[in-house]
């Protein structure tokens, strides 16, 4: 593996946006929130980014640090709360409900006012001889880094279970190398299914090295990641021009 590659990716979405994603992933409502699982998947996700070596704004930080204290309030009997102001509420949980609903309200209306931007467009700029691209369906489904790390964490799951995955060590797997090979695999224009980028591995740091090539593909616009719906497997295509 690389030894020093760090991906440059930039990630635009902040700690509320991970933590709404997961109560959407968990099919749960906001207000029953349960810190000790939110908060071991939050971490859990941290880890990963630490793994693949992907800087993080200290936000991130801030929110697990923030996300732990709540989880211990919460496992204290109400007479042991601690006496800040900020701990006057019986449960821990409600001011992180709060910011979530009102996070989620904002990010509701701008994306209600970009796709209304989006669509205007579509109807106004359409003039003779203007480029094609102009007239192509609004692009859905593009996957975002959190459900990308959610693809990648399952990945290795069924490598850490799989009884014939060995660390091979003396072998180095590049980045470019693996940039190369998804290429070749997408030039046809088929869609290939996530998992099937996997299918060869033979340790966790070709799994690794793969998806950190997929990520530096899909940071260039070289590949696009898709998710028809919330819960079907991510296919990988090359990117229209």
Do not use: C, H
């Not at 309030?73 to 409900?97: G, K, V």
């Not at 796709?115 to 003779?128: G, H, P, V, W, Y």
């Not at 980028?197 to 990641?225: H, N, Y």
């Amino acid at each position: 593996m690389d030894a020093d590659y760090k991906v440059k990716l930039e990630v635009f979405e902040g700690p509320l946006d991970l933590l709404l994603y997961l109560i959407k992933q968990d099919e749960i409502d906001i207000y029953d929130i349960s810190l000790e699982r939110i908060t071991s998947q939050y971490l859990e996700y941290l880890q990963a980014f630490k793994e693949l070596n992907i800087d993080l704004a200290g936000e991130f930080i801030v929110m697990a640090a923030n996300l732990i204290y709540l989880k211990s309030r919460s496992l204290l009997p109400r007479d042991q709360q601690p006496p800040e102001e900020d701990a006057a509420e019986e449960d821990p949980r409600w001011e992180l409900i709060r910011q979530l609903i009102e996070y989620k309200k904002f990010k509701e209306a701008a994306a209600e006012l970009n796709l209304r931007a989006l669509e205007q467009e579509r109807i106004f700029i359409r003039e003779a001889g203007s480029s094609p691209s102009l007239q192509e369906p609004l692009r859905l489904g593009e996957v975002g880094i959190f459900q990308l790390i959610s693809a990648f964490q399952t990945v290795m799951k069924r490598m850490e279970a799989r009884q014939d995955v060995q660390e091979i060590f003396s072998e180095r797997f590049s980045v470019s190398e693996k940039i190369d090979s998804i290429l070749q695999r997408v030039a046809t224009g088929t869609y290939l299914r996530f998992s099937d980028l996997f299918g060869a591995a033979v340790s966790r740091i070709e799994v690794v090295v793969t998806f950190l090539a997929l990520l530096e593909l899909i940071r260039l616009k070289q590949v696009r990641a898709l998710q028809k719906n919330v819960f079907d497997e991510i296919e990988i295509t090359a990117a229209t021009t």
